[in-house]
C-alpha cells in the first residue's frame, strides 16, 4: 500500500549526524502513512549496518562505491509511490511538532504548487525562539537540504542532472517547473534545524573545488534557460566579480577555481545542446520578478 508521505535521506559517512536525525524525527518514521527511506552512498563507518541493525522499518539502498548525491536523490524519488516526497539531510530535523499535517493541507489549499521549502534555522544550537513573522511566498528556487515535493508535479520534470555533481540542482529543477507553469512556495509555519557551522563551512580545506562547482553550474544554468540575449553580460558579470572581490586581492585559488570552471562549461556543451529549455523573453522577466530562494531564517528576538 502506498505511503502518503516519504522522507528521503541520503548519506555518507556522516553516521553521528544520522543517528541524531533519526532520533528527532522518529515519531514521523513510526507513522503508518510514512515511509522512510536511507541511501547510503558509499559510507565506510558503519552506516549500512547500522541501518539495517537498529532501524528494520526504514527502506535501505547502499552503494559500494559513491555515485553522487544527485544519483541517489533521483532514485529515492523516482522509486517512491508516496503522495508528497520530503528531501532532508542527514544533518537536518524537523522542529515544528506536526509538520505533515501542515504539509497536506497547503498543497491542498494551493493546487498550482508543485514544491515546498521550509523555514530553516542554521545553527549547531537548537533556536532559543520558533516564532516567526515571515508569511507564505512564491520563490524562484528553494534548498536542498529541506523541501517536500508534490510527485506528480517531480514526474512531469527531468531528473536532477547528474551531470552538475554538486550545486544548482536546484535551480535547475526550478526552471523546469516554471516552464510548467507550477509554483514553488515558502512554507515559514514548518521549521527545520539545519545543524550547520556556517562560519565553519567558509574554512574548508575544498574551498576552490566548491567555488569551481558553484560558478560552473551557474553558467550551465545560464545557457540551459536564460534568453540567449542575456547570457553575454551575466557571464562577464560573474567572472568579473570573481576577479574584482577575489583574484585581484591574491587569491590564487580562486583564480584556480574560476579557470577551471571555464574549462568545465567548454567541456559541457555537448550536454547542454541537448538538455536546453530556454525561458521566453517574457517567462525570463517574470521569473525575475518572483522572490529569491528562502534560504537563511534568523530567529526574532523574543
Known amino acids: 500500500m502506498a505511503k502518503k508521505f516519504s522522507i528521503l535521506i541520503t548519506t555518507k559517512n556522516r553516521l553521528e549526524d544520522l543517528v541524531f536525525t533519526l532520533e528527532k524525527i ?4 513510526d507513522r503508518s502513512d510514512v515511509e522512510c527511506v536511507v541511501f547510503d552512498d558509499g559510507s565506510s563507518d558503519g552506516t549500512k549496518d547500522y541501518i539495517a541493525k537498529n532501524h528494520p522499518q526504514i527502506i535501505l539502498h547502499s552503494n559500494k562505491v559513491s555515485k553522487g548525491y544527485l544519483y541517489c536523490r533521483n532514485k529515492m524519488l523516482n522509486e517512491t509511490k508516496a503522495d508528497f516526497a520530503i528531501s532532508l539531510d542527514d544533518d537536518a530535523h524537523f522542529v515544528t511538532e506536526k509538520p505533515l499535517e501542515i504539509i497536506a493541507a497547503y498543497f491542498d489549499q494551493n493546487p498550482k504548487t508543485g514544491l515546498l521549502g521550509f ?3 542554521w545553527s549547531k544550537e537548537a533556536p532559543d525562539n520558533v516564532f516567526s513573522n515571515d508569511l507564505p511566498v512564491r520563490m524562484k528556487s528553494f534548498v536542498g537540504c529541506a523541501h517536500v515535493w508534490r510527485m506528480s508535479v ?4 527531468p531528473n536532477y542532472p547528474e551531470w552538475f555533481v554538486f550545486y544548482g540542482e536546484e535551480d535547475f529543477a526550478s526552471y523546469q517547473l516554471f516552464k510548467k507553469n507550477w509554483e514553488i512556495h515558502y512554507l515559514p509555519e514548518v521549521l527545520v534545524n539545519h545543524r550547520v557551522d556556517i562560519k565553519a563551512r567558509k574554512k574548508v580545506s575544498d574551498y576552490s573545488l566548491r567555488l569551481r562547482r558553484s560558478l560552473r553550474s551557474g553558467w550551465y544554468l545560464y545557457f540551459l534557460f536564460i534568453p540567449i540575449r542575456f547570457i ?6 560573474s567572472i ?11 587569491d590564487f585559488q580562486a583564480l584556480k577555481a574560476l579557470l577551471f570552471a571555464i574549462s568545465d562549461l567548454f567541456i559541457a556543451i555537448p550536454k547542454i545542446v541537448k538538455n536546453v529549455n530556454r525561458l521566453t523573453v517574457k517567462e525570463y522577466r517574470d521569473y525575475q520578478e518572483l522572490a529569491g530562494a528562502k534560504i537563511y531564517w534568523k530567529q526574532e528576538d523574543k
Open 240 to 250: 568579473w566579480v570573481q576577479v574584482k572581490l577575489k583574484v585581484i586581492k591574491g
Open 232 to 237: 553575454p553580460k551575466r557571464l562577464a558579470y
Open 26 to 29: 522518529q515519531y514521523l518514521i
Open 154 to 157: 517531480w514526474r512531469e520534470i
Open 119 to 121: 523555514r530553516i534555522f
